[in-house]
C-alpha cells in the first residue's frame, strides 16, 4: 500500500519533467526551424555584390533585392511587379515580392527570344517591350506571369542598327510612348529624321512622330511631377579626349527642341567635323553638365515618401562608367538638387562601385522608386537589383 503511494507521486513528477523537457525541445526544435532563412540569405547577398563597400549619406541603407540577370531598364506594373529589361540578353523578367519584406519572392521569365529587349513600360494593364527595331506588347501580363501570353507587335517600323540601338521607354504624361532612337555610330551626320531622336507614338503604335532632335543617345528620362516637362539624359561623344565632351541632362519642354547632335557638344564646343559653319546658340544648351564619358542612363524623380523632405522632386542618375577614358569615372548614382526649377547641385549619393585600384564592382544602369519609397538600382554588370532605404 505504501509502495503504491509513493509510486503515484513520483510518477506524475517523472511525467511532469518529460513534458517540460519534451516542451523545451520543441520549442527549440521550432526557433530553429523558424530562423529567418531570409536573414542568411540576405547576408550571403549582402557579401556576394559587396555592397559594404558602397558609401551612402547617413541613414541609407543598401541590400539586394532580387538577382537578375543583366537587369537593365524597369518599370512597375499596376499590382507591384516590377519588370526588367535586358541589354546583352534576350528576356524580360518579372519580380514580384508578395510578402513585402524588401526581398523578391520570385523572378519570372516572360519573354525570351527577343532583340535586344532593354526597354519597358507598362500601361493599362499591358507590358510595351522594346526591342532594337519592334515595340511588343504584352496583354493582361500581371495575372498571367506563370503562363504568360504571346506578345503583339504594336509597332515594327523602327531603324535595326544595333549601334545605340537599344532603348529605354516610357510612357509621358500625354499618354504617349516615348522611344529614342540614337545615332547609328559614335558622330554622323544622318539624311533620316528618325536617328538621334526621341520619338513618341500613341498605345496603338498610330501617330508615330519625332519629338525631341539632335539627341545622340539617351538611355533614361521621366518627367517633372510638377511642370510634367521631359528630362533626360544624353550621352557625349567618344574619342574628342577624357574630360570633353560632357554626359549631359536635358529638358525637352515642347516638341522640335534641337539638342545639338552632331554639330555641337555640351552646349559649348563645336563638332570638329560637323560643326563647321554652325553656332552653338542655335542649339538648346544642357540643363546641366554631367561629368565627361560616365554614360548617364537611368534617371527618376524622387516621388517617394521614405527619404528626407529634401529629397522630394530630386534626381536620381545611374552613371554606368566609363568604358574607354584613361581614369575610369562614373559607377554610381548622383543626386541632382534643384531649385527653382533648374540643377543647383550634382553630387555623389552612392558610390563604392568603382574601387581605388579601378576593381568595378558593379555597373548601375537604372534607378526606380517602389511603393515604400525606397530606390531600386538595377546592375546589368553583376545581375542584381539594390534596394536603398532610409531608415530614421
Known sequence: ???????????????????????????NSKQKA??????????????????????LPPGFKISVFAEVPNARSMTWGSKGTLFVGNRSGDKVFAVTDVDKNGVADKVYTIASGLNTPCGVAFADGSLYVAEVNRILKFDDIENKLTNPPSYTVMYDKLPSDKHHGWKFISFGPDGKLYVPVGAPCNVCEKDEPVYSSITRMNKDGSGFEV?????????????????????????????????????????????????????????DTPDPKFGEGKACADYTAPALKLDPHVAALGMRFYTGDMFLPEYKNQIFIAEHGSWNRSTPIGYRIMLVRLENGKPSQYIPFATGWLQDDKKVLGRPADV?????????????????????IFEK
Open 211 to 267: 519629338f525631341a532632335k539632335g539627341v545622340r543617345n539617351s538611355v533614361g528620362f521621366a518627367w517633372h511631377p510638377q511642370t510634367k516637362e521631359l528630362w533626360f539624359t544624353e550621352n557625349g561623344r567618344d574619342n574628342m579626349g577624357d574630360n570633353v565632351p560632357v554626359d549631359e541632362l536635358n529638358i525637352a519642354s515642347k516638341k522640335d527642341m534641337h539638342f545639338g547632335f552632331p554639330y555641337c557638344h555640351q552646349g
Open 34 to 55: 523558424s530562423a529567418p532563412q531570409t536573414t542568411v540569405a540576405t547576408n550571403d547577398l549582402f557579401s556576394k555584390y559587396n555592397l559594404d563597400k558602397i558609401k
Open 1 to 27: 500500500m505504501h509502495n503504491k503511494l509513493l509510486i503515484a507521486p513520483l510518477t506524475v513528477v517523472l511525467t511532469f519533467l518529460i513534458a517540460t523537457q519534451t516542451a523545451q525541445l520543441s520549442c
Open 368 to 388: 526606380e522608386i517602389a511603393a515604400d519609397g525606397a530606390l531600386l538600382v538595377s546592375d546589368d554588370e553583376k545581375g542584381a537589383i539594390y534596394r536603398i
